[in-house]
């Protein structure tokens, strides 16, 4: 049985891990995913439009179909939507309604596969094709298969909506290839259950378990020898091909400083400590360790800072219609004058005047704005 051949496989290393990079990286995320939930994000939370430029993500980034992301911009998204709109279940919601195409060239893989088992070692073992410094691992135990997922990066502070999202995107994968009719024997979460248990419990329909050490999907392993439809052996071989080769170009993760920078960023669009002390903490570094590392790489924490809230300012100032004192408080400055200095002092121009300049509005409706 095709089941059987799958156990040995995990058993021969019951560690395996498959698509997990060094914990010392920051993760990254593919472009074309994040758009199409944006896109959907939009469409039905009108209020999120531009919230990509509020962790320093424009459209132009955006718009590269080859282009990775920081990882911790992404959640940053999820984190800020979810928390302004008073939502912590918008994640689920988001992933429920995703459509698996979008996750580009893995969702052909494992729809060529053989079996649901050989679709999810795909989608395990090809998921840095679409996200890195991410374990996501496939096992099997007493008759029941694990499918979890944790991210490895400690620039990620706020996760709860991205686990929501993508156990629910796994869910209605494997809905996908067993029928409407299919469900979990049980979901663990990393975070605590809330107020909204209830929403939890009408979507997974099964055992929920919170405050676990990763998030994982539970189902009867015999689920992994159904047989899939539209199975195409030589098809799956080029597509592993294609993406084993995908993941080799973007072998390069970001480095210490870029993944400052999304940390910073993930901690301004929620409004909470940038001190220094904080970000060494959850890097894993005391604070005179972490400002080595930093000089060894020729920078100083304040200068990345401020360089990260420069370029949040302009991303917004171009993007949204946010108010300049909303955006001054966004990026923790307690007064609107003190963000116009610094933005001009790192720009060369105020932030009206770059509104004006990149947007072609009228001074005096920028002042306003």
């Known amino acids: 049985m095709r089941l059987r051949r799958v156990v040995r496989f995990l058993l021969r290393d019951p560690g395996v891990s498959f698509g997990s990079v060094d914990m010392s990286a920051s993760g990254t995320i593919a472009c074309g995913p994040v758009q199409q939930l944006l896109v959907a994000l939009a469409r039905s939370r009108p209020e999120s439009a531009g919230i990509n430029a509020r962790v320093g993500i424009s459209r132009a980034t955006l718009d590269d179909p080859s282009g990775m992301l920081p990882l911790a911009a992404f959640t940053s998204m ?40 050989d679709a999810l070692e795909s989608f395990s073992g090809f998921f840095a094709s679409i996200q890195t410094s991410t374990r996501t691992t496939l096992s099997v135990s007493d008759g029941i298969a694990r499918l979890s997922y944790a991210i490895e990066d400690p620039a990620i502070r706020f996760r709860e909506q991205d686990a929501g999202f993508s156990l629910a995107i796994e869910y209605s994968m494997l809905a996908g290839f067993l029928g409407p009719a299919w469900r979990a024997s049980g979901v663990e979460f990393e975070h605590a259950a809330g107020d909204d248990l209830p929403f939890y419990q009408q979507h997974f329909d099964c055992p929920l378990r919170f405050g676990r050490r990763e998030n994982a999907l539970l189902f009867q392993a015999r689920c992994l020898d159904v047989p899939l439809q539209q199975a195409d052996r030589n098809l799956h071989a080029r597509l592993r091909a294609d993406l084993a080769e995908v993941i080799q170009r973007r072998a390069t993760r970001l480095d210490l ?23 060494a903490c959850d890097f894993g570094m005391s604070t005179r360790s972490f400002q080595r590392r930093l000089a060894d790489h020729g920078v100083n924490y304040l200068d990345i800072r401020n360089r990260v809230r420069s370029h949040i300012a302009k991303c917004m100032l171009a993007e949204t219609g946010a108010p300049v004192t909303s955006i001054a408080l966004q990026l923790g400055y307690s007064e609107t004058s003190a963000f116009s200095r610094g933005f001009k002092s790192q720009v060369g121009e105020t932030p009206v005047e770059f509104r004006k300049r990149r947007r072609g509005i009228d001074p005096a409706a920028a002042a306003a704005a």
Do not use: Y
């Not at 992933?95 to 729809?111: N, Q, T, V």
């Not at 400083?257 to 970000?279: F, K, P, Y």
């Open 78 to 117: 999820l984190e800020a939507a979810a928390h302004e709109s008073g939502n912590r279940t918008l994640g689920i919601e988001l992933g429920r309604d995703f459509k698996l195409a979008a996750l580009g060239p893995i969702s052909d893989l494992m729809r060529t596969a053989q079996t649901v088992g």
């Open 257 to 279: 400083v870029r993944g400052i920078e999304a940390w910073i960023a993930a901690s301004l669009c929620r409004s909470v400590a940038t001190d220094i002390e904080v970000v």
